[in-house]
């Protein structure tokens, strides 16, 4: 069976195969496999594909799982072949090609996975079983509608897999508080490179479990996950305020971002933007809603070319005293030293705020932008070096703006769990910066060729002035870009890989290893 589909891999490349040579090789893969799930070779087009729409691979096929149980098989299929690889695949929402496998099996785990399996009781509190593939926006839903219950942590976005921000880190406003979503939950099922279905925690089997979590998909695919949740509030109060310096701006996020529970927000994010009126780069983006209409006097304000927007959320209930919240939000705005007026609000659900960017989704789908290649650079930058970062890049290389959001803000270490594979720049307080380019195909903007030399040009301009920082979603082409973005343990991530995927069998889109032959 190997070799006949050896033949059709890797010498059929140029003779389409026939619907019935298909069919007959989907069976037979099927039999073989043991399969109770499908598996597909024709329409694979979009596992080739990601978000970032900047590189392209067609794997073999595409599998759709029933369960953990196919996906063992699929691996162990592909350990007994030559060089087959398996890229376990969530919502495709990679920038460089992560989850795709040239001519290996994707497993399509979106497709596959149940959502919320089940509602656990942990000694102090609750947590939910979800499955690898579900989609976090599902999870939110399922998870309040059924149980008034919620996860803590989240990403801006929810329109990502479980798997998939797991296998990274999964970062948003809440992290300052919760820590990323690898510091909520507290137990795995993984299927590994060697084909075996392990359950994992802190506490059984621990070195597979910390591996895995950040680890790239680089240890074994996760098929369900125990997350951490809590009572859902039903309501957030939404602000922002505008700091046109960045001094102020950093004093006040990382004040913020350090005061106990009860003394600050729920949700504490930032950006930078255009001091101008460009509606989507300048002023206009700072606006929270459409009603609100943009004072002329906020333009002349400052001289400076990029101003700074702190983003900050309270959650309440709808049976909270209105005055009692109120009270509370001039309490923790009072202590802030914002532009005077420049502050914007607005009352919204807690479910509505947290899909908040599924409204841009659906905006950038109707203009051609959502599908169009997205160029993003994402990086953790220490606080020691935020400021010329700040001075090189956002003042200097970016002063005109990305088109799109530029996020900045900070994050404390100890919300981190060293032991995960994630790898971080030094010191207690670190900031996230998104550069979350958009690209017009209907107007003439620069080649995202150009785009990526623009990255590649602030990665160096880093390098080159000392700057503490790590790639976060980190992609290099070279051995020696990992190692160095790994320092000091790489060795270790060699030796994990070497345990739980000796053949180099997974997540081969991340060129980080080579199948073994
Ligand atoms: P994929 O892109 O499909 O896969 C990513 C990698 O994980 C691949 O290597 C894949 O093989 C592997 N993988 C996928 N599923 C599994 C699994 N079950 N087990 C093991 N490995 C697996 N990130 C944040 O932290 N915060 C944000 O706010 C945020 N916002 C975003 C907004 C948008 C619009 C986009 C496009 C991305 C955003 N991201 C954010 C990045 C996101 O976390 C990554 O793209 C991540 O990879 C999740 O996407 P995915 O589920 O589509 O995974």
């Not at 799930?37 to 024709?42: A, H, K, L, S, V």
């Not at 903007?445 to 080159?464: F, G, K, M, T």
Request: aromatic share 10%; charged share 20%; hydrophobic share 40%.
């Amino acid at each position: 069976m190997i070799a006949y589909l050896e033949h059709f891999v890797h010498e059929n490349d140029s003779e389409p195969m026939l619907q019935q040579q298909h069919e007959e090789l989907a069976t037979t893969l099927c039999q073989s496999m043991d399969l109770e799930g499908t598996i597909d070779y024709r329409s694979t087009a979009y596992a080739g594909k990601d978000f970032g729409g900047l590189h392209a691979s067609t794997p073999f096929a595409v599998v759709r799982p029933s369960g953990s149980r196919d996906i063992a098989s699929v691996i162990r299929f592909a350990l007994r072949s030559p060089n087959l690889t398996v890229a376990a695949r969530g919502n495709g929402h990679s920038i460089n090609g992560q989850a795709m496998a040239n001519r290996g099996l994707v497993i399509d785990m979106k497709r596959s996975s149940e959502t919320v399996i089940d509602v656990v009781r942990l000694d102090d509190g609750y947590a939910v079983d979800v499955g690898g593939g579900a989609l976090w926006e599902d999870v939110l839903k399922r998870c309040v509608s059924n149980f008034g219950l919620s996860p803590r942590s989240w990403t801006d976005y929810l329109g990502l897999t479980v798997g998939g921000t797991l296998s990274n880190a999964g970062v948003s406003g809440q992290t300052f508080r919760y820590g990323p979503q690898t510091s909520n939950v507290t137990e795995l099922e993984v299927v590994t490179g060697n084909g075996d279905t392990v359950i994992c925690s802190d506490a059984q089997n621990s070195e597979l479990y910390f591996s895995v979590l950040g680890g790239l998909g680089q240890f074994g695919i996760i098929t369900r996950a125990r997350v951490l949740v809590q009572p859902a509030p039903n309501m957030v109060r939404w602000i922002r305020v505008v700091y046109s310096e960045f001094a102020e701006f950093t004093r006040d996020a990382e004040s913020l971002t350090t005061r106990p529970e009860g003394e600050s927000f729920d949700y504490v994010e930032g950006f930078v933007f255009v001091n101008s009126d460009d509606p989507v780069n300048g002023w206009p983006s700072v606006l929270l809603d459409p009603d609100q209409l943009l004072d002329p006097v906020f333009l002349t304000r400052s001289a400076n070319p990029v101003l700074y927007c702190l983003e900050v959320a309270l959650h309440y209930s709808k049976g909270n005293c209105s005055s009692t919240v109120e009270t509370r939000i001039e309490r923790l705005l009072g202590r802030l030293r914002f532009m005077e007026d420049a502050l914007f609000q607005v009352d919204i659900g807690y479910i509505d705020f947290l899909l908040r960017v599924k409204e841009a989704e659906k905006q950038a789908k109707v203009n051609g932008i959502w599908d169009a290649p997205h160029p993003w650079l994402n990086l953790f930058v220490s606080k020691a070096s935020i400021v010329d970062f700040d001075r090189f890049v956002f003042k200097k290389i970016l002063k005109d703006g990305i088109g799109g959001p530029m996020l900045v803000y900070p994050i404390p270490r100890n919300k981190w769990d060293e032991r995960t594979s994630v790898v971080l720049p030094d010191g207690d307080i670190f900031y996230i910066v998104a550069l979350l380019r958009f690209t017009n195909p209907y107007q003439k903007s620069p080649s995202v060729r150009d785009l990526v030399a623009q990255n590649h040009e602030i990665i160096q301009v880093c390098v080159r002035n000392g700057l503490d920082f790590k790639l976060y979603l980190p992609h290099y082409n070279t051995e020696e870009g990992w190692k160095q973005h790994f320092g000091d343990r790489w060795s270790r991530f060699v030796e994990m890989k070497s345990r739980y995927d000796p053949m180099a069998i997974l997540a081969p889109g991340q060129k980080i290893f080579t199948r073994h032959q």
